[in-house]
């Protein structure tokens, strides 16, 4: 719902495909079919990479570029949450993203309770990587 809401305020009504997306889970393009997000105002697939890190957040954001991913961004994150919360460890994982403010902090998902929250760049939260892929 919170997609869908994002969605029509950037004003996308519908989304159409030259192709039949997977159903949320599903192995795809090297990783795992995790929905639809939204990246600079665009709707994109969102793949989950395999692999786990733990380190951190510099290190974590090298490690995602050599999985040929990056880290996701807190939208991602909520899509992440929200459809396939099964792939992920009862832990925090890193965002992509650093809090407006603070240079030595950066915002993580927490994939037990599903809340978000900040910390310091140089703890060792883990992280995946995700890819998106721009709908042509």
Known sequence: AALRALLLKLGVSRITTPYALPPIGSKW???IYAGLTVHENDPVELILLPGDFKG???KAKAWAAEQGGVL???IDQNVLWK???GEFEKDW???AEQCAGGADVAWYQDFDGGGQGYDS???GCRARAVRRVVIQ
Do not use: A, L
């Open 29 to 31: 393009k090297d990783g």
């Open 56 to 58: 951190p957040w510099e």
């Open 72 to 74: 996701p961004s807190r």
């Open 83 to 85: 459809n396939v919360p």
């Open 93 to 95: 994982y890193w965002s």
């Open 121 to 123: 760049k140089g703890d």
